[in-house]
Structures are given as structure tokens and as C-alpha cells.
């Protein structure tokens, strides 16, 4: 029984793993940002990973991240620890999101150049089809004991991480560019980079979220290897800096 559970956690720590990249790579770093384009069919991948493990509607998701973005720590910001304290972002992050994510005309507003297709329509907008699917997936792959522990696990510890990016990573940690959000590096290594939240938001259009050799962006190792392959293309060769570098500061 022992062993079950242990393997269950383990699997469940990989799924969310699987997931975080896909989000980063896909809906944050590519569609959100447009920092890096894939090929149809990896795109297609993605969608579909990120579908049976988290259920995601990708225009939702990039709707909130860029009215994030536009209003960061200020009043019309969806998830801002300045505002409401770091601890209330990380408990109530899934509640803050489907503010933004479940008003249609917000949705409609951020994601002009994301027009739904027929796919969406049919299958991937369907968030709880995807998740019986991924559910589905584990059992034949792993067991019903099995799969009773780790889907459970990895859908708190997703959002759980994504709420810490929100919170800590706006609170705590490094901050080298005049924003409001810090590197986290122990947060970047189990969030596929995001963590390195302060580099994101001084250069949103960057595929690479590590700008010196003491930080570490574990998703940039495969962007840069699937460029090579011409699985996508990276829009910035070297950040772009949208705001002042400044001394580095701990908080």
C-alpha cells in the first residue's frame, strides 16, 4: 500500500511537471506573448496535453495573463498580492482567475488575435471532458488505485504552484528590473522558469525567462533545442527590455 501511494505522489508530481511546461512553452511564452511560434502540429500537442491535465481553455488563460500584464498591481489586476496579500492570491489564485477567465467579454477583449476554431468548439473548450479523459488515461495506464492519488495530487499541486508564480514571485525573492514581480529561483526549477518572474515582466517578449549564468530557466534548454529542429521559432534572440534595469535588490 505504501508503495502505491509513493508512486501515486511520484506520478502525480510528474503529471504537474508535464503540465507546467506545457504552460510556460505554450500558453504563456507562445500565445500569450507571442515570444515563440510552433508548428501546427506541436502546437497541437500542447493543446491537447494541457487539455487532458488540466482542462484549460487556452483563450481563457491568456485573457487573464494579459489583463495581468496591462494592469499589473493596479485595481483592474485579476490576481495582485500588492492589493489583496500574497496569502490570499495563493488560496484563493483559481477563484481570482475565473473572474476574468468566465466573463466572456473580457475573454472576447484580450484574445483578438486568438478567434476560437471548430476544434475548440467541439472538443477542447469542453474543460471536463478533457480531465475525464486524463483521468481516464491513468487508470488504463496505472490502475485505479493508482490514478485515485495521483490525479487528485497534481490537480492541488498545479494550482498551487500557479498560485505561488502570482504570489511569492510578486513578493518575495530578487528583483534586477524596476517591476513589481521577483525571481524565485527554488520556484523557477518546479515551474518550468516561471519563477523568474522579474525577468519575465522586465522583458514579456522573451522565449528565455534566465538572463545571467546564476539563473536557471529549464524550458529554455528544450525552446532552444526545438528551434535547432525547426519544431518552432524564438522571436528575440536576446531579451527585450521593456523597463530599467536596477540594482539588485532582495525582498
Known sequence: MLGTVLFGLLL???VTMVANYCTTVYLHRGLTHAALRTKPWLGATFKTVLWVTTGMR???WVAVHRKHHAFTDETDDPHSPARIGWLRVQ???PALYRRVARDDKQVAKYTRDLPPTRADRVLFDHALLGLAVGVVLLV???????????FPFHVVLYLGLSGSVNSI??????RTYSTSATNVQWLALITAGEGLHNNHHGAPTSAR????QREFD???LSIRA???LGWLTVRHDTPKFVVPRISPTKV
Open 226 to 228: 526545438m528551434a535547432k
Open 209 to 212: 525567462l534566465s538572463i545571467n
Open 169 to 174: 514571485a510578486h513578493t518575495f525573492g530578487r
Open 12 to 14: 502525480g508530481f510528474c
Open 91 to 93: 488560496l484563493t489564485n
Open 58 to 60: 487556452e483563450r481563457q
Open 140 to 150: 488504463f495506464a496505472f490502475g485505479w488505485q493508482v490514478a485515485a492519488i495521483a
Open 218 to 220: 529549464p524550458a529554455w
